[in-house]
Nanobody
């Protein structure tokens, strides 16, 4: 199982980026997908999750109202639209998946990195002030 994140880059404060998460050899139909980030010297932070049926979506308070998670119709890619980026947002951003139906059932479980089995390599986001 290989996940590939893309879309990272460098933007000015207040700018936007859209991250993509796509598996290399399968579709995401039966997987909950989470987005996480980790800055140097910091713990991994859960940002958002979307469940298998696209019925439950949760966000961390730090990104609520600025970030939007979505899944495309063919369920081959999950996106994280990031708007109003702030100087505190720079980090390595990861997507992760798990096929357990309970992973993205609450905000607490959905943003808990230990519950996800498969991770991508990450894509770097930099924000300049």
């Amino acid at each position: 199982v290989q996940l590939v994140e893309s879309g990272g880059g460098s933007v000015q404060s207040g700018g936007s980026l859209t991250l993509s998460c796509a598996p290399s050899e399968f579709t995401l139909d039966s997987y909950a997908v989470g987005w996480f980030r980790q800055a140097p010297g910091s713990e991994r932070e859960g940002l958002s999750c979307i469940d298998q049926d696209d019925e439950r979506i949760f966000y961390a308070d730090s990104v609520k109202g600025r970030f939007t998670i979505s899944r495309d119709d063919a369920k081959k890619t999950v996106y994280l639209q990031m708007n109003s980026l702030k100087p505190e947002d720079p980090a390595l951003y990861y997507c992760a998946i798990d096929d357990s139906p309970g992973v993205c059932r609450t905000q607490t479980t959905g943003l808990w990195s230990d519950l996800y089995d498969n991770w991508g390599q990450g894509t770097q986001v930099t924000v300049s002030s």
